[in-house]
């Protein structure tokens, strides 16, 4: 478990988002995380910029370079070490030795945003997947069922199966299906372990 939850360090790691869109980000963090996380700090991880990276090599690299409660935020593909093709790109991962997860930016908006309209959205699903991952650091674990929440959207740490609905699929289906509010049993275990409850969605 986490030894200070209440800062996290959001990581711009190579990426071409900007600070501006790292704060609504880092915002949502905090509405979703109300009382358990305080605040945020943005830091810019200077690496270059690549098409793929290993998702546990980037986090054991912005553990060594920042360290904490650290989420990274990257326009590379977050690969995997799984043989099957499908399954080596992943939209964001938590490694499990420390307290750093990642998000990858790639397939969560157009190549080009052309219009507010798909700024929005594309900012909504980043910070859908950076809830979901936070929520991992925090101790939370993948729902494989579809766990609603009491605002009638999904509980961000419902996860679904890519291989049912391919990766454009999945993005419409799950993470925009997804919202901030966690479900009960999120709530019960955040409260328990954090003391949030009255201040959690």
């Known amino acids: 478990?986490?030894?200070?939850?209440?800062?996290?360090?959001?990581?711009?790691?190579?990426?071409?988002?900007?600070?501006?869109?790292?704060?609504?980000?880092?915002?949502?963090?905090?509405?979703?995380?109300?009382?358990?996380?305080?605040?945020?700090?943005?830091i810019h991880e200077d690496m270059p910029f690549?098409?793929?990276?290993?998702?546990?090599?980037?986090?054991?690299?912005?553990?060594?370079?920042?360290?904490?409660?650290t989420l990274g935020i990257t326009d590379a593909n977050l690969k995997t070490r799984d043989s099957d093709e499908f399954y080596n790109s992943i939209f964001g991962g938590k490694n499990p030795k420390n307290d750093?997860?990642?998000?990858?930016?790639?397939?969560?908006?157009?190549?080009?945003?052309?219009?507010?309209?798909?700024?929005?959205l594309f900012?909504?699903?980043?910070?859908?997947v950076s809830v979901?991952?936070?929520?991992?650091n925090l101790g939370l674990t993948d729902h494989a069922s579809y766990k609603m929440a009491a605002d009638g959207?999904?509980?961000?740490?419902?996860?679904?199966?890519?291989?049912?609905?391919?990766?454009?699929g999945y993005v419409t289906a799950i993470i925009d299906g997804r919202g901030f509010d966690f479900c009960e049993e999120c709530t019960e275990f955040l409260s328990r372990v954090y003391g949030a409850r009255d201040e959690l969605h």
């Open 1 to 42: 478990m986490l030894i200070n939850q209440s800062q996290l360090n959001i990581v711009r790691a190579g990426s071409y988002i900007t600070y501006s869109s790292l704060k609504e980000i880092g915002n949502r963090i905090l509405e979703s995380f109300t009382g358990i996380i305080i605040r945020y700090d943005l």
């Open 50 to 69: 690549v098409d793929n990276i290993d998702a546990l090599l980037l986090t054991m690299i912005l553990d060594e370079g920042i360290g904490g409660h």
């Open 100 to 120: 750093v997860a990642v998000v990858s930016t790639r397939k969560l908006g157009p190549k080009k945003i052309n219009s507010r309209e798909e700024y929005d």
């Open 123 to 128: 900012i909504t699903r980043t910070s859908k």
């Open 132 to 136: 979901h991952e936070v929520g991992h």
């Open 153 to 168: 959207f999904l509980c961000p740490m419902s996860r679904g199966e890519i291989n049912r609905f391919g990766f454009k």
